[in-house]
Nanobody, 120 residues
Framework: VQLQASGGGLVQAGGSLRLSCESSGSVNYFNVMGWYRQAPGKQRELVADSTSGGSTNYVDSVKGRFTLSRDNVKRTVSLQMSSLKSEDTAVYYC???????????????WGQGTLVTVSS
């Protein structure tokens, strides 16, 4: 299973970026899909995730600015980021909890990371 993330880059404070992540390989069922980030010198933190039950969670610092969307058919999870701040600068990692068959255990998969740099 591979997760291919794209959409990172350099943006000025107040600007917007959209991150996308596409899953490929032998998975057919998706539970949690989301994004984490890791800023220099800091631990990786959850930015936003979406469960198969329909709930979406955001870290407080991005609420009202970021929007997560998922498409189980297209096997994608995206993060629309607006009103970006310098503190949003980090490597962003997409994440899915998925399995191939109903009787399998859930497995966690990570993308390679995409750098978002917000200049002030």
């Amino acid at each position: 299973v591979q997760l291919q993330a794209s959409g990172g880059g350099l943006v000025q404070a107040g600007g917007s970026l959209r991150l996308s992540c596409e899953s490929s390989g032998s998975v057919n069922y998706f539970n949690v899909m989301g994004w984490y980030r890791q800023a220099p010198g800091k631990q990786r933190e959850l930015v936003a995730d979406s469960t198969s039950g329909g709930s979406t969670n955001y870290v407080d610092s991005v609420k009202g600015r970021f929007t997560l969307s998922r498409d189980n058919v297209k096997r994608t999870v995206s993060l629309q980021m607006s009103s970006l701040k310098s503190e949003d600068t980090a490597v962003y990692y997409c994440y899915v909890r998925a399995k191939q068959f109903l009787w399998n255990e859930w497995n966690d998969y990570w993308g390679q990371g995409t750098l978002v740099t917000v200049s002030s």
